[in-house]
């Protein structure tokens, strides 16, 4: 098992930057890549950036300009900064990670990111 328990989301005006927070527990030994995905309302959750265990790292073209994805294994936490944030990144935003057998992948709870003036 895995637990992972995203923080970090809020409330943020347009242009702003904000750093999301992914910690994982648990059988963390397991995890290949960790990623960041977001939700918004009526849309389909889309991939945002992943980093593997190795650190090799990917992002999605529509962000790969405005979001750094990186990890500190000493706490067990990858991160998402997020800069010059726009009313359409409002989301869900979720942690995920992906391991090589059943269940294959774990999901944080999400946190809220809400770009707004």
């Known amino acids: 098992q895995v637990q992972l328990v995203e923080s970090g989301g809020g409330l943020v005006q347009p242009g702003g930057s904000l750093r999301l927070s992914c910690t994982a527990s648990?059988?963390?030994?397991?995890?290949?890549?960790m990623g960041w995905y977001r939700q918004a309302p009526g849309k389909r959750r889309e991939l945002l950036a992943a980093?593997?265990?190795?650190?090799?790292?990917n992002y999605a073209d529509s962000v790969k300009d405005r979001l750094t994805i990186s990890r500190d294994n000493a706490k067990n936490t990858v991160y998402l900064q997020m800069n010059s944030l726009k009313a359409e990144d409002t989301a869900v935003y979720y942690c995920?990670?992906?391991?090589?057998?059943?269940?294959?992948?774990?999901w944080g709870q999400g946190t809220q990111v809400t770009v707004s003036s």
């Open positions: 980093i593997a265990r190795g650190g090799s790292t």
């Open positions: 648990g059988s963390i030994s397991r995890i290949s890549v």
């Open positions: 995920r990670a992906q391991i090589p057998r059943a269940p294959y992948e774990y």
